[in-house]
């Protein structure tokens, strides 16, 4: 009886010991909160970061504008130093404060299948879809720093003057892809979409006459939103 009881205390042993050590199944990453972005979503952050940059640089300018009727010169130009190197400071809290520094947003850009060229087996993708940016003013520039895929223009929509972000197909992405996943692909269009990872910098270094709101794009991929699948990517930055 005993060695049956010590058998059975062993056995038990032997699974909880297992069930210790067995690493669990591997899981899918899930998207964060800021990946899968709408445009609409990431024009919004970006619109709050732009009226920070633009009330504190107006409030610059205005501050350092001329000279104190009972202020000297020495005085004047100690005083634009100071406020210069406060307003820096702000826009680096306010950098930490958001965390930009560590934070990458995850855009989606509808991708649309063109036509496959099966002697070559490349598939045609076009993206119709842009992103709202802030336009620029004389004292606030906004910039994305030159890359092959991403690029920022000014164009007219009803009749008001935007900035907007855009992928620089021309005309089309060419999809290099066999011709049983481009089947596939075409089967799953709805769910197929350019995803672009951007970082963006709001801190200023130095001030002389603008302050610049830096977007920078870091890694595009073309992705099944719903299966997750990464059909194409390249990191950008």
């Keep these: 009886m005993r060695l049956v009881l010590a ?55 205005k501050r350092i504008e001329k000279k104190e009727e009972f202020e000297t010169s020495g005085e004047f130009e100690r005083r634009v130093i100071d406020t210069r190197q406060r307003y820096i400071a702000s826009t680096q809290r306010f950098q930490r404060e958001k965390k930009f520094h560590e934070r990458v947003f995850g855009v989606l850009l509808k991708a649309k299948l063109q036509n496959y060229d099966a002697d070559q087996q490349v598939y045609f993708v076009r993206c119709d879809t ?26 007219i929509r009803g009749g008001y003057r935007v900035s907007v972000i855009y992928l620089k197909f021309s005309p089309a992405f060419r999809w290099q892809v066999g011709r049983d996943a481009a089947r596939i692909a075409k089967l799953e269009e709805e769910d197929l979409f350019f995803k672009v990872r951007f970082r963006i910098d709001a801190a200023q270094e130095t001030f002389k006459k603008e302050a610049y709101l830096t977007i920078i794009p870091a890694h595009i991929m073309l992705f099944n939103r719903k299966t997750n699948t990464i059909h194409w990517e390249q990191k950008l930055m």
């Design 7 to 61: 058998a059975f205390l062993l056995l038990i042993g032997a699974l909880i010991l297992g069930c210790l050590t067995t690493p669990l199944r591997a899981q899918a990453p899930q998207p964060t909160a800021e990946d899968n972005l709408t445009g609409d979503e990431f024009a919004a952050i970006l619109k709050e970061a732009w009226v920070f940059l633009k009330d504190e640089t107006d409030s610059l300018l």
């Design 130 to 155: 842009s992103i709202q940016a802030p336009y620029n003013i004389p004292s606030l520039k906004t910039t994305i720093p030159r890359n092959p895929y991403v690029g920022l223009i000014d164009t």
